[in-house]
């Protein structure tokens, strides 16, 4: 029997319209064959740091969506999303999507710009909340960083947009473009926190931010370009008031790996959803 042409495992970069660039991802469009011992086979296989699986639901555009990096299933992934997204506006056109994930509801919307494809997703409620000392000092350690590499007017905050994620802003740029840490130690604080990355971020100007994620849970030394942890640190901007409430952010991401990538998010008054867009190309 020829398997569903749907179960084909395409490969994508998100956050980058330059196959050399961005965060890459595997998707599956029709994954209703697949069970997760499968899912994590193709994952680990692929070796991305996350990989989309698509089965489609009732209604137009709806989608429950699984993803997987290769160690675990991860309950929402950003840049999966607009890879996955992207894929099927190129089978089915532009057009809205609705995505459900382990996380909640993600709304996806694609449009076509300057003959580009960008993808934006809304994020389900976020939330940010303080993070321990201790275990701030722990990630520090990890890290090989200390206190004073730390920006004071950007404090460490855990952010959740679907996932959690320990934000900590580093003092300057030689600081953020210097990561060498200990994989094992800070996997597994972050286990024990329930952490997806360690967002680390450094503010250029008002609106424009260098980001890293660091990401030993899934199995990846550093995520390229990382569009949950994108939402989140929208949402701890905004909630510190480091932000305005409505605002437009841009972040830099994966030029440190060779890998640039750049995703915009809005954060608007009225919604503390925060939406994360960005285009995305095929990959052979």
Known sequence: ?????????????????????GNRAGVVLDASGFDERRMLAVAADLGYSESAFLTARPGEGAYAIRYFSPKAEVSFCGHATVAAAVALAERDGPGELEFATAAGPVPVSVVREDGELRATLTSVEPYVEDADPADVAEALAALDWAAADLDPALPPRIAYAGARHLVLAAATRARLADLDYDFARLEALMRRLGLTT????????????????????????????????????????????????????????????????????ELRDGDARVRVSGTAARIG
Do not use: K, W
């Open 198 to 265: 360690v967002q680390l971020v450094r503010r250029e100007s008002e609106h424009t931010f260098h980001v890293r994620d660091p990401f030993p849970v899934g199995g990846v030394v550093e995520d390229p370009a990382t569009g949950a942890a994108a939402a989140a640190f929208g949402a701890y901007a905004r909630e510190l008031g480091a932000v305005p409430s409505a605002a437009v952010l841009t972040l830099h991401q994966g030029a440190d790996m060779g890998r640039p990538g750049t995703l915009t998010v």
């Open 1 to 21: 029997m020829t398997e569903n042409p749907g179960s084909e495992i395409l490969h994508y970069t998100a956050f980058s319209a330059d196959p050399g660039g």
